[in-house]
Structure formats: C-alpha cells, structure tokens
C-alpha cells in the first residue's frame, strides 16, 4: 500500500493512500502550513493552541473520507476519481493562508486567501499534470454535483467540522467540542443536495452552538482580538517606513512585499509572486517584529515591544459604542503627551466585530424529515437555532495602549 499512516491527536491514525495526495502533501508550499499556527494569536490566551494550517488541512481531508464513504453506503455515486477531487480540494482549502490569518490581507497583500489557494492550485495543477483539476471544479463550485462543494465550503463542511473540534482541543476549550462523528454519519444526498436525516438535528444544533461559543469565547476574546489588530498595525506601520524608504530588516521575501507597490493583477500575472508568497510563514514575522522593537521609528518599536513582552491592547467590548469612554481616553492621551496626529491611529482606535453562528442562505443546512419534507435547520419545530442562537452578534471594540487604560481607571 502506497502512502502514510499519520498519528492524529484528535482522530487516533488517518491514512493518506493515494499517491496524488501524498504528492500535494510532500510538496513544500503544503509544507509551508506546518510554519503557520491554526489560531494566529490564540496561544497568547490559551497556550495550548500551537496547532498548525498542517495539522487542520490533514484532519478536515481526514473527515471527508469519512463524509464520503457515509455516503456511499447510503447509496450516493460517488466516483473514484469523485473522492480524490473531494478530497484534494479540501486538503488545498486553506494553503493561500499568510502568516496570522489574515494579517497580511490587511497590509502587504492586496487578495484575499481565498484567490491566493485557488492560483496555488492552478500552479500545481500544471506541475501535476492536471491531476487536480477536479478539485478545483469542486472548489469553484463548478463540479456539476453540488453537494461535493458543500463538503468543502458551507455551513456544515469539513473545513469547520476539522476546526471547531482540533481548535477546542488544543485550547482546552470544550465547550466547542462538537460530535463530528455522529454529523458526518447523519449526512444524506437529496437532488444533488448535501442535508441531514431527521435524526441528526441535535448534532448540528449542537455544531452550531458549539461554533458560537468558539467565536466569542475564543477566535473573537477581547485579549486575542487586541493581539491581531497589533499584527495588523505593526505591518501597516512598517510598509508605510518602508513606503517612505526606511531601512527595515526582513527576510527577502517579506521585504519583498514590504516595499514593493502590487495590485491584485500582479498576483495573477506573476508567478515569481507567488513563489514569494508561499515563502513566507510565522517566523518571518515573528523575527522582523523582533528586530523592529529597536527600530528608531518610535511607534513601530513601542507596538513590537508591546507584541514581544506580551504588553498589548487593552480592549474594550460592548455593545453599543462607547464613545464617551473614547473621547476619555482621546483627552487624556492628548494632555499626557501620549498620543498626538501621527501615533493616534497606532495607539488608540476603535471599530466593530461580529459573527453569525448560522445564516439562513442559499448556502443552509437542511434537514431531511423521515415525511420527505426539507426544512432548513432554522425552521424545524421547537428548534433551538430558531430560537435567536442563530442571530447576528456585533460587539463595538476600542483598543487602547496600556498607559491610557491605566490613565482612565486613575481618573
């Protein structure tokens, strides 16, 4: 038999046989993901949360043999070159990620994740021979059968059935543990359609809730959002030195994006681009944000000063915007010298969050009653997600350097 057998920490040995896969795995821009963390700035909160983009991509292939092979014995056709697709676009899903999640969207790089993957899989695509083209019909959602694209992207995909359940386990969060066994056996195909038996609605609701909590608890934390906006400001600190022809260390390829001026084109005609993108990880960061904290700029080494010695934002979440609480905050950074126009945007702003644990869209999650009826999850009888759990939460932020916090709690 041909491939690996890998010791998961969350699902025991998974097994990776077609060499097509392998080939993707053992490629050095899917290597690339061992370098970048899962939860960006999470560990900062809950130090356990170290996983990796590889540890995720490998579990959420993982569960969609399972998906699939559900399927097939509830009589779904389901090709052998069908699974492979499924499941190479799943293991591709996130390969266009940067280093801190989407960091690097806000700063260095004009697209988004979602176009870095796909260009990624049209590459390697060419390099394999067209052996991915399927999947990435399935990822575009051009594939003929929707359901396969639902597995990979939607409200119920392996994408999120991978994260909540590795990301509760490595924070040691569990309420976001989900029963992922239960769903993926509880999956059926009606007119093309991916849905769930009637029988497995408490097992959704669940993922739902559990998806929720997961959010505001962990991936939306006051302590780990306020870690991710100073990410997003020391990047946006340093490309504008760069922009004015400030000498900054990084490594070749992050200066690379530093202190060149690109467009979304350039990454569609330029594979040299590409490369250097899929250069970069973690590390490259974490050892410029170092080097930085004795730059001479003094914004720029106070904000990676405050990232390396753990000294960040202090954060401050409600629901409605607290814009008494900003002004104070304004007035005494003004009179104590801290803040003034260049700074003020590094060192106190404010701005909105929110998540929607369920959406009821084109992309739902339908329920297969045992009378033949579809019903979205939403409008089953006595169902808790259409109760308000499924409803919109916007929670207002401002994000302030310690001192003015400390001023603040003084007056």
Known sequence: MYGKIINDPVYGFVQFTERELMQVIEHPWFQRLRRIKQMGMAQLVYPGAVHTR????????????????????????ISPEETLAARSAILLHDIGHGPFSHALEHTLIPVSHE??????????????????????????????????HQLVSSQL???????????????????????????????TVVNGRLMVEEKGIYSVEKFIVARRIMYWQV????????????????????????????????????????????????????????????????????????????????????????????NLYKVKLSSEENTELYERYLALGREKGLLNEENQEYFLFRGSTSNNAYH??????????????VVDISGVNNSLIGNGVSGEIKKHYICAIPELRILSLDK
Not at 360 to 373: H, L, P, Q, V
């Open 54 to 77: 590889f540890h995720h991509s490998l579990g959420a292939c993982h569960l969609m043999g399972i998906a699939l092979e559900g399927l097939q014995r509830k009589g779904v056709s």
């Open 157 to 187: 995909d392996m994408d999120r059935m991978d994260y909540l359940n590795r990301d509760s386990f490595f924070s040691g969060v569990a309420e976001g543990t989900i029963g992922y066994d239960r769903i993926l056996q509880m999956l």
């Open 219 to 310: 991936y939306l934390h006051k302590t780990v959002l306020g870690a991710e906006k100073l990410v997003i400001k020391i990047l946006k600190r340093a490309k504008e030195l760069a922009e004015q022809g400030q000498q900054l260390f990084a490594t070749p390829s992050l200066g690379f994006f530093l202190y060149e001026k690109l467009k979304k084109e350039d990454f569609e005609s330029d594979i040299h681009i590409l490369e250097k993108f899929c250069a970069i990880d973690d590390s490259d960061v974490i050892c410029s944000i170092k080097e930085w904290s004795n730059h001479p700029d003094e914004i720029l080494s106070r904000l990676c000063r405050m990232f390396t010695n753990r």
């Open 360 to 373: 009821a869209t084109d992309d739902n999650i339908n329920i297969y009653m045992k009378s033949g009826r």
């Open 115 to 148: 176009s870095i993957s796909l260009k990624i899989m049209e590459t390697l695509n060419t390099q394999f021979g067209g052996t991915l083209s399927g999947a990435m019909e399935i990822f575009k959602n051009d594939y003929p059968t929707p359901f396969l």
